[in-house]
């Protein structure tokens, strides 16, 4: 997609997109659409509310359709106002098979919101709308995409070309996270991540190290191990090292990378088993984080860190009642092996910690059904301890859209995952099943962390929809991608 900037309205488009206020004048346009518009007003067939849709053909006007979106009340206009009426508008166009629209969209936005922000959110939600999942589809169920936006801008100024070309990039870096995470399970093994990985660090200034099975062993990875013994594809730990910052230490960035989860032996049921391939959306968001990153030329030291393997039932997979041994020497009861996430994650950072020195680590997972229950699919979960690391993720958060909220991390909830034959247990051995359960897997993790200031992130609501949304697809969304990006660049 193509975002141009005009200093009225582009008329070689399909469409033109008014965008206007509850209580605001539209009578200027032109003559024949406001008469189309006082009749709908007046027979109640359209009103100005947020995100109401009028479509017409004002013959004096150049265009296909002249649509009219409603903002609602002016004080209500928010950012995220802002992008879900932006996904609104490329979905009403696509729904008219059209390919191009020009709109007074950035401009009425950028009388109540900031300049830089109005760009941001409207490239990436323009961007983020118009993706779709079609390699798989035949031609006459493909969508056309929107080729060409343009954005009415009376003034020129820096920051908002500045803010179209990031928010271009951002979302970019976003959809090439869906198309990760979309993608069959058959196809997106270990292997294919570590093909993308490479293929990603050799276009950018990036430099990669991966990690096989026998350096492992070698290692003494045996959560790790553990988890994709059961598998026919070999597992891979990947390290990515962008360097924007000169001599500071590292940001890691831990994403987990199950490409099929299917439960092992303790196998998931029917209905919970079927997305599992976008158990690696964790793994997804890093390797978009990193393209977003190098593209936007950040100045920070980030590395990215992906365990990745299938969690699968065989005759060599691993049981109920094993017990292995992490890097980091701790013994672990496999009490339930579809808690395979943090079992990876456990090794990965702990090694990484240990190899890489990392200030900071975010670990980014699919980790929970809990999560999910808690807080559904608006937004992701965040815990930890570090109130100032937790603060600026939140914030990125709410500035991008891509939602956090925190849940607690009491003394209380320390000793839920004690071992009674182990160090410690997958799953927790106080209180009823699933207890607390977002909680009590981050328990888990901290305890493979040593020094690094260190938080943790559950997407298993946020990284894949059942539906769409505003300008979300049904499918991989591409999660963590803009809030790291946000995050890093308020650093
Ligand atoms: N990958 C799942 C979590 C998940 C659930 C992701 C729904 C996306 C959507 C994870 O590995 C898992 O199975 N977690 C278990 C943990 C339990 C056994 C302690 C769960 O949530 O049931
Ligand atoms: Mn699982
Ligand atoms: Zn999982």
Request: glycine share 8%; hydrophobic share 40%.
């Amino acid at each position: 997609m193509k975002i141009i900037t005009n200093s009225g309205f582009d008329s070689k488009v399909d469409a033109l997109v008014l965008t206007i206020f509850e209580n605001e004048s539209y009578k200027s346009y032109s003559k024949e659409l406001a008469t189309d518009l006082d009749n709908a007003i007046k027979q109640e067939r359209f009103s100005l509310k947020f995100q109401e849709v009028f479509i017409t053909k004002a013959q004096d006007l150049p265009y296909e359709r002249t649509i009219i979106i409603g903002l609602g009340k002016k004080d209500e206009f928010t950012t995220e106002r802002l992008r879900k009426v932006t996904g609104k508008i490329v979905k009403t166009i696509k729904a008219q098979k059209l390919t191009s629209f020009s709109t007074n969209l950035a401009h009425v936005a950028a009388t109540i919101l900031r300049e830089q922000d109005v760009a941001l959110a409207i490239s990436e939600s323009l961007i983020l709308a118009n993706y779709h999942f079609n390699k798989y589809l035949g031609k006459e169920k493909r969508t056309r995409p929107i080729e060409t936006v343009s954005l009415q801008w009376t003034t020129s100024s820096p920051s908002f070309d500045e803010g179209l070309r990031t928010g271009t990039i951002i979302a970019e870096s976003t959809n090439f996270v869906k198309d990760l995470v979309n993608e069959p399970a058959s196809v997106m093994t270990p292997t294919e991540i570590e093909k993308i990985a490479r293929t990603l660090a050799s276009s950018k200034k990036i430099k990669i190290r991966v990690m096989d099975r026998d350096e492992m062993k070698k290692e003494g990875l045996g959560a790790l191990l553990g988890v994709a013994q059961g598998s026919a594809q070999p597992p891979k730990l990947i390290f990515l090292e962008y360097k924007g910052g000169s001599s500071d230490p590292f940001i890691a960035i831990v994403g987990k990378g199950i490409t099929f989860d299917s439960g092992g032996y303790n196998l998931k049921p029917t209905g919970y088993m079927e997305d599992m391939k976008c158990d690696m959306a964790g793994a997804g968001a890093v390797l978009g984080t990193l393209k977003a990153a190098s593209e936007l030329k950040i100045k920070v030291n980030i590395i990215g860190v992906i365990p990745t393997c299938e969690n699968m039932v065989s005759g060599i997979a691993q049981r109920p009642g094993d017990i292995v041994r992490a890097y980091n020497g701790k013994t672990i009861e496999i009490t339930n092996t579809d808690a395979e996430g943090r079992l990876i994650l456990a090794d990965a950072i702990s090694y990484t910690e240990a190899k890489y020195k990392p200030s900071i680590i975010i670990d980014l997972a699919t980790l929970t059904g809990a999560c999910v229950v808690a807080l559904g699919v608006v937004c992701a979960g965040i815990i930890g301890k570090d109130e100032s690391l937790i603060h600026s993720l939140i914030d990125a958060g709410e500035k991008s859209g891509d939602r956090l909220w925190r849940l607690p991390f009491f003394d209380d909830y320390q000793d839920y995952m004690d071992g009674s034959l182990s160090d410690l247990r997958n799953t927790a051995g106080k209180g009823k099943p699933g207890e607390a359960g977002a909680i009590t897997g981050a328990v888990f993790i901290s305890k493979f962390v040593e020094k690094a200031r260190w938080v943790h992130i559950d997407i298993a609501g946020t990284a894949h929809l059942n539906e769409p949304n505003s300008y979300n697809q049904k499918g991989g969304t591409g999660s963590g991608v803009r809030l790291l990006s946000y995050y890093f660049m308020n650093l």
